[in-house]
């Protein structure tokens, strides 16, 4: 079962976040996606800084349409008296029991590789249930709105284009079947900006990228939670292609910490792009996964790269949110590697 985060990310977490969290006593968060990895690792955060501050927690009520077997396999939350769930699915579910000051709007399937196969359903997801949350979001006049959109809004990145700017007037390619995540998280950024137009509510977008850390899934799409599976079972790490797609990474606990600044202090209608800039290849992922493990693992590559072609890249720029938010990453992949592989061994030890 999963467990608490390191002492270091504890500390890293109060550093970061205490002096903002009289802004959040007292106060109700509404979560959707909280029972994924982004929302596990908010979970957590908000956990560890109500207890640091002895102030007035900040309540959460995350949307699920399982509470109970979240809570049975997750006991560290469940035993956390500011967190409650309604029950129900993304777009179907009945706010008028509460009242929420802020919402964090987070559902989606793509961690779920029978989920994210589902092209008309994760469209249907993604458009209808924000919908849904927008709803609720006017019915309690909740004064701040984060939507976690994804860097899938942009579409392909050009191979001769360092970085994905937030402005990149890039979209999905819509005769891919694919594209449906991306559209879907488009017209949900449409939705959450014609919320902040017809009423008082201040959002803003957060557009993710890619990240390791606690809580990510390793039987899923994601080829850093892969790799990392494979050290588990001290087998060697298999890239199926020619290793050289470029790829960047941010430590889970930052982005947890970088969302919570966000909601607090983005402009109104402001958009960030939210991951690393340090850019690396899936090649070079794997060789730093296994370094980190210092186990048996050896890194197989399949196939040979081909001569004379750039490599596909989905890298953000992120001077935006540094600029504006002063925020920077801090933890590198080597160390953040490190650290999930600590939090990991715990988890095993846990269990024995």
Known sequence: MPTDLLEVDKQFLEYSLLDDWPNFS????????????????LLSAIQILN??????ALSVVVLSRDPAKFMAENPNFSEDSALSFLKGDIRDFNYGQFRADFVIHGATDVGD????????EVLAVGIDGTRKVVEAAKYWSSTG??????????????????????????APNMEMANSAYGEGKRVAEWLVHDLARTTGVNIKIA????????????????????????????????????????????????????????????PNGSIYNVGSSDSVSIRELAHATAAAWGGTSK?????????????????PLTSKIAQSLQLVQKISLGE???????????????ER
């Open 26 to 41: 007292g106060k109700c968060l509404f979560l959707t996606g909280g029972t994924g990895f982004v929302g596990k690792n």
């Open 145 to 170: 709105f984060l939507l976690l959109s994804s860097g899938a809004v942009y579409g392909r990145q050009d191979p001769d284009e360092e970085f994905l700017e937030e402005q990149n007037k890039g």
């Open 207 to 266: 557009r993710l990228f890619a990240f390791v850390g606690p809580w990510l899934p390793l039987d899923g799409p994601f080829a850093a939670g892969n790799f990392v599976k494979d050290c588990l079972s001290n087998r060697d790490i298999v890239v199926g292609g020619d290793g050289t797609p470029l790829r960047s990474y941010l430590y889970s606990v930052e982005l947890a910490i970088w969302l919570l600044k966000v909601l607090l202090h983005g």
């Open 336 to 350: 953040a590697l490190v650290r999930h592989r600590k939090w990991l061994q715990g988890e095993r030890n846990d």
């Open 51 to 56: 207890r640091a501050s002895g102030l007035e």
């Open 113 to 120: 590789i029978v989920r994210a196969a589902q092209n008309a």
């Open 299 to 315: 890194v197989v590559v399949l196939k040979e790269a081909a001569k004379d072609l750039l490599p596909e890249r989905y890298v």
